[in-house]
């Protein structure tokens, strides 16, 4: 049996008002199949619009907290207890909409490495439980985007 304590992983900021912690992934353990990974964002922060190239799935659940979340364009407004299902390629992101609360959410990836591209920075690979290339934390490694 398997368990991973909380406390046995490292949290990481990965941008200002956004910390998570890496609970399995390639590049943590516990998993050869999937990512799960827990944040917290502080009023009107989350995750800019971005894609995950290769193709996978990802769902997303609200624990704590109000979040607009968008895919392809379409807009929907999130709170506890909801999730909302990411199809492969789409384009999406999120944010916490509320003024009082911390938003706290629940990510799970179907692969235990996610490349992401984000839109504002084309030209690289942010590589979430990534075990290749540049380390940025804990959690993440990045390397130049593959030319067109």
Do not use: C
């Not at 910390?19 to 799960?36: E, F, M, R, Y």
């Not at 591209?117 to 290749?132: A, L, N, Q, W």
């Amino acid at each position: 049996m398997t368990v991973v304590r909380k406390e046995d992983k490292p949290e990481a900021s990965w941008r200002p008002g956004k910390k998570g912690i890496l609970h399995a992934a390639a590049s943590v353990g516990g998993t050869t199949k999937l990512i799960v990974n827990e944040s917290w964002n502080d009023f009107g922060i989350g995750a800019p619009t971005h894609v995950h190239p290769d193709g996978l799935e990802e769902i997303i659940m609200v624990l704590e907290g109000h979040a607009e979340f968008w895919i392809n364009g379409e807009h929907s407004v999130l709170g506890a207890g909801d999730l909302v299902i990411i199809p492969p390629l789409a384009h999406h992101g999120f944010k916490n909409i509320s003024e009082t609360e911390t938003l706290h959410v629940l990510a799970v990836f179907s692969s235990p490495v996610a490349p992401t591209i984000f839109d504002h920075e084309p030209d690289k690979i942010v590589y979430i439980g990534g075990t290749d290339g540049d380390r940025v934390d804990s959690q993440r490694t990045v390397a130049p985007a593959p030319s067109a």
